[in-house]
């Protein structure tokens, strides 16, 4: 641990990315540039999100880090023994007990509170990047609040599968100007992105930082009659029951038998603690 | 009347070379215009001057807007002159594929530019496409189907239609039949001339096609070297040619 500097990075690069957080909280859903740093693991396994957390960890933190929703998978793990060699901070698997959640591809289930900072990692931080290749000029769309593209993305989806099948990385306008993509969570997250907590996001590769403030204000577009849907499987949750949370599908045999799971696993371990029990819950423990 | 357009002695040059100069003229209301040259009289790069692609290095292009009255676009704010681009401007390029969007259907191609000025109603987009589908010759059930599987003229039509969606007042053409075979341009320019004097609009068209403006073009203008060296009504410009190059240029028309 003392071989490094506290959460890895030097001060300066530290500095340096703070202050890009802050212009990015200033300006709500501005892209940010920021001199990413090599980090020591791929790009896209969350470079950008692991420099957003080391620099706004302190030594008092306890730290999460969620994959999916999950606490137990490669990503979530490494990323865990990451800050806990580099840092030393305090880690947990608890949503209400963390102070800093780094997350890729999910929003917790549990409503996060205003002393917490949710840390998204973002693969593509321009939502009209697959519209319009050239980065001159998605700037200047995004500087004259030029978005009408946006919308031919979801006339595209309408009129080739009759509904909006964008299901994830949903694009959503904060604050009423900035068209912001909020990295690939399911498009059922995207009413939670008004929240209490601060939301960073860090794009490693594409070294862009960008922000959402407490409270702003997040709206996913859509079109007068066809409207925003947060959509998720029609189902309870085969181990805890819970009936408003986001699921996972787990594939059981090849006769077609199928289980639906929490994809938050500590939403869905809260919920059996307490007693939920789901449709499947009695053979898994068995 | 009120021109529509008023281009005062617009220059642009490229180092010491000449790309336009001292071109002036007044656009009215449902007039065409067209202006012809020869490769590199600068005829692109007055059009782009005026559409506002380039920027000149002097001159006023005066557009009378509809809110604020006679403003000059060289001058005003490029959120505003973006803004006249999607609304009562129109650029038919050359090469189709130059301004469409060919990953897209043909009816989020047309539907792009009204969304653009703020219309988030699906079916009312949709309906909209559909009918100008039908207005440029295509037929309704190719709506979904991208502008890669349209043919060349088809795909010209489109970019027409595109262009037109948001009832544009002034229609800028580059060339807009070149690259087309001679019976795919008969259809296209019989098109455009019943779109323009339906709705009315006033198009200035780059052409060095002398069968286009005479069929398009109400006044003409001439092009050499940079500079206009006449103008003139077009039947009378083109039966009665008055300058050397002009007169080369209509004799050099192969007679069929």
């Known amino acids: ?286 | 009347m009120k021109p529509l357009l008023q281009v005062k002695g617009i220059e642009k040059r490229y180092g010491a070379r000449i790309g336009c100069t001292e071109v002036s003229f007044d656009l009215y209301p449902g007039e065409v215009m067209g202006i012809v040259g020869e490769s590199g009289s600068g005829k692109s790069t007055l059009l782009n001057c005026l559409a506002g692609h380039l920027e000149p290095d002097a001159g006023q292009v005066v557009f009378d807007t509809r809110a604020d009255g006679p403003m000059d676009t060289v001058t005003m704010s490029e959120p505003a002159r973006r803004m006249l681009g999607r609304t009562d401007w129109a650029f038919v390029h050359q090469h189709a594929r130059d301004g469409l969007r060919m990953s897209v259907s043909a009816g989020g191609n047309i539907g792009e530019r009204l969304m653009a000025v703020g219309d988030r109603h699906y079916g009312d987009i949709r309906d909209k496409a559909i009918d100008w589908l039908g207005r440029v010759e295509i037929e309704a059930t190719r709506v979904d189907d991208r502008p890669t599987a349209f043919s060349g003229g088809m795909q010209q039509r489109l970019q027409i239609a595109r262009n037109l969606v948001t009832g544009p007042r002034l229609v800028f053409m580059d060339e807009p039949t070149g690259g087309l075979d001679v019976s795919v341009q008969a259809r296209l320019l019989d098109l455009l001339r019943g779109l323009v004097r339906e709705m009315g609009l006033s198009a200035i068209i780059v052409t060095h096609d002398l069968a286009v403006v005479r069929l398009l073009a109400d006044r003409l203008m001439v092009m050499k070297s940079g500079h206009v060296v006449e103008v003139g009504l077009t039947d009378q410009v083109l039966d009665d040619p008055q300058h050397a190059y002009t007169q080369l240029l209509v004799s050099s028309v192969l007679q069929v």
């Open chain 1, 1 to 286: 641990m003392n071989e490094y500097n506290f959460a890895y990075l030097d001060e300066q690069t530290k500095r340096m990315i703070r202050r890009a957080i802050l212009k990015g909280l200033a300006v709500p859903g501005y892209q940010v540039p920021f001199a990413s740093r090599e980090m020591p693991m791929p790009y896209g396994w969350g470079t950008g999100g692991v420099q957003v957390s080391a620099a706004t960890l302190t030594p008092e933190d306890t730290f999460k880090v969620i994959d999916q929703g999950a606490d137990d998978t490669t990503n979530a793990v490494s990323i865990r023994k990451f800050f806990e060699n580099t840092a030393g901070v305090k880690t947990t698997e608890e949503t209400d007990k963390a102070t800093v959640i780094q997350t890729r591809h999910r929003i917790p289930e549990a409503k996060l509170t205003e002393d917490q900072i949710l840390v998204y990692q973002v693969p593509i931080p321009e939502p009209l990047r697959f519209l319009e290749p050239r980065e001159t000029e998605t700037r200047k769309m995004h500087s004259l609040e030029e978005y009408g593209l946006m919308h031919v993305k979801l006339y595209e989806d309408i009129s080739q599968h009759g509904a909006i099948s964008t299901s994830y990385a949903y694009p959503v306008k904060v604050s009423g100007r900035y068209v912001m993509d909020p990295s690939p969570i399911p498009k059922f997250d995207n009413p939670k992105l008004e929240m209490d907590a601060i939301q960073l996001f860090g794009a490693g590769r594409e070294q862009r930082i960008y922000a959402v403030p407490p409270y702003t204000k997040v709206v996913s577009l859509d079109f007068e009659d066809y409207p925003f849907e947060a959509t998720k499987a029609d189902h309870p949750c085969d181990l805890c029951g819970a009936e408003d949370s986001y699921l996972d599908e787990v594939i059981m045999d090849d006769t077609g038998n199928r289980m639906f799971v929490c994809s938050d696993t500590d939403y869905c371990r809260s919920r059996r603690a307490a007693g939920h029990v789901g449709r499947l819950a009695e053979e898994d423990a068995a």
